[in-house]
């Protein structure tokens, strides 16, 4: 199971009328592809016959509730591209990038504690990210990293709880927020200018690998996206 992140509309998304890098490559390729997702999981796969403009009044529907249920706490009303003929962006940080960031986030506010060498994959029971999630990150200048699955392209400085269209519960937070911290976490940590986050990505993390390596290719693409999602008005999630 491959985890991905997309930037788009969440109408596109949800129509499956998208592919992530695995699926490009191996229709580019002619190799078959199977989306292998846990089970209760809505597969977004073929759905490309579901009528687009339904998907899209459910999904402006749902934003509203959400907007309406936050109120005052909002500066502007929840508001974003959901035009299904939108472009869409996205790229696939591998579950070692995406810990890799996480357990960056955590050690950076943690010095006393030694970082990985390697991400392991019980990385979840890291000593500074365990710390991190029993805390519910109230303690961190890194919610908007650590926390959501779903980023709105809407400034708020908190992260909520809500249903999406499937039923699934998830953390949601600011796109420009998370934006933010990822730039506070690279000048914090690696420094990495634009050209030196692109040498960053020239290989896929492997397991097993060093940790500093899989933060890198994480932190560089979770950047990358999060910039394309802000400057194309865009909701950013992950997909696994």
Excluded at 2 to 31: I, K, S
Excluded at 173 to 189: D, H, I, M, V, Y
């Amino acid at each position: 199971m491959a985890v991905d992140l997309y930037a788009g509309p969440l109408t596109r998304y949800y129509l499956g009328d998208w592919e992530n890098v695995g699926q490009a490559w191996a229709r580019e390729n002619g190799v078959p592809y199977q989306v292998v997702r846990p089970e209760g999981d809505q597969n977004t796969e073929g759905k490309a016959q579901l009528d687009p403009e339904a998907i899209r009044t459910a999904i402006c529907e749902w934003r509203g509730i959400m907007s309406t249920g936050l109120g005052e706490n909002l500066g502007v009303p929840l508001d974003w591209d959901e035009d299904p003929a939108s472009p869409y962006f996205t790229d696939r940080p591998h579950w070692d990038g995406y810990a890799g960031l996480l357990l960056l986030a955590a050690h950076e506010e943690r010095p006393e504690l030694d970082p990985p060498k390697v991400v392991a994959s019980e990385w979840r029971e890291d000593p500074a990210y365990a710390a991190a999630v029993k805390e519910d990150f109230a303690n961190t200048e890194y919610l908007h990293i650590l926390a959501p699955e779903l980023w709105l392209p809407t400034d708020f400085p908190f992260t909520f709880r809500f249903m999406d269209l499937t039923g699934h519960e998830m953390n949601i937070g600011s796109l420009p927020r998370l934006l933010e911290q990822l730039e506070l976490l690279n000048e914090r940590t690696y420094k990495g200018d634009p050209e030196t986050r692109l040498a960053w990505r020239s290989a896929a993390p492997e397991p097993g690998g060093p940790f500093s390596a899989a933060a890198c290719y994480g932190l560089s693409v979770f950047l990358d996206l999060a910039e394309q999602a802000i400057a194309h008005r865009l909701p950013l999630k992950l997909d696994y």
